[in-house]
């Protein structure tokens, strides 16, 4: 093999890359309150595809995406291995499209050194707000009281986004 060339494994991780990126947009085109959140081939050319939904993700929707990529692959040529899966409930928000389906749940918000738990009861197009209730010293006398706190996040100063899962 000459210098700059690359080798025949590597590109044909390379082609496999692509056919399913294309894969996956036709897959996405047909259903189109399903979504991208993660994709990956390894060395091995296991394929981990992990999805999202306007309205999450169930089974049949895995099922499906996975056969679009499946059944047009060619395995005398690509010999790989297939994952496609919901991000799940414990999965960080990524992309500013999940965020809908979440309203009223509870969520921790990192931001730099800041972390804000709350119910998500508010979305746009550019933040989010989030809502708690809170005891605070009274401003007269003893004890305390209960307040409610709002606060208002920018998606692009948040670090990290996980729902809080309540039992």
């Known amino acids: 093999m000459k210098r700059g060339q690359l080798s025949p494994l590597l590109l044909g991780s390379m082609e496999l890359k692509e056919q399913v990126l294309t894969l996956l947009k036709q897959a996405f085109e047909k259903r189109n309150d399903l979504f991208l959140i993660d994709f990956s081939i390894d060395e091995k050319r ?6 999202d939904g306007d309205k999450g993700v169930s089974i049949g929707d895995c099922v499906e995406v996975s056969r679009t990529i499946e059944h047009q692959i060619d395995r005398e040529i690509h010999d790989f291995s297939l ?53 605070v010293p009274k401003e007269i006398g003893k004890g305390k009281q209960t307040v409610i706190r709002k606060e208002t996040i920018a998606y692009n100063i948040i670090d990290q986004a996980h729902i809080v899962l309540t039992f």
């Open 46 to 51: 296991h394929i981990e595809v992990i999805i």
């Open 83 to 135: 994952s496609v899966q919901s991000a799940g409930a414990t999965a960080p928000l990524k992309m500013v499209r999940q965020y809908p389906q979440h309203i009223g749940r509870t969520i921790k918000v990192k931001s730099g050194e800041s972390e804000v738990k709350g119910k998500l009861i508010e979305i746009s197009d550019e933040e989010i707000t989030l809502e708690w209730s809170e005891r």
